[in-house]
């Protein structure tokens, strides 16, 4: 019913930026939580910042606080992950998500989930 669309992804700088956006499609109707998650190479999925339906409430995993920002856009449909201060371990695949909670760090709490994006940070 719900297809999530990620973007943005690509390479970039130990130092440097990126920012991935995350579009919704379908029955985008209600009131839910948005999230980030990414896979490193070899590693299991990681939560990384989730967003309430307003926008008005973040939560950071321990390893991105200060350093990534998620918001959504006048439409709900609509999630962003501002990536700054890059690390070489930020490399992975990154996901967007659904949920109807806020917040959870669980996947198997996320309903929907975008087809990710790969993010390769370089020196």
């Known amino acids: 019913q719900v297809q999530l669309v990620e973007t943005g992804g690509g390479l970039g700088q130990a130092g440097g930026s990126l920012r991935l956006s995350c579009a919704a499609s379908?029955?985008?109707?209600?009131?839910?939580?948005m999230a980030w998650f990414r896979q490193a190479p070899g590693k299991e999925r990681e939560f990384l910042a989730a967003?309430?339906?307003?926008?008005?409430?973040?939560y950071y995993a321990d390893s991105v606080k200060g350093r990534f920002t998620i918001s959504r856009g006048y439409a709900k449909n609509q999630a962003y992950l501002q990536m700054n201060s890059l690390k070489f371990e930020d490399t992975g695949v990154y996901y967007c998500?659904?949920?109807?909670?806020?917040?959870?760090?669980?996947?198997?709490?996320?309903?929907?989930w975008g087809q990710g994006t790969q993010v390769t940070v370089s020196s």
């Open positions: 998500a659904r949920s109807n909670l806020f917040p959870t760090v669980v996947a198997g709490q996320y309903d929907y």
């Open positions: 967003i309430n339906w307003t926008g008005g409430r973040t």
């Open positions: 379908g029955r985008t109707f209600g009131s839910y939580a």
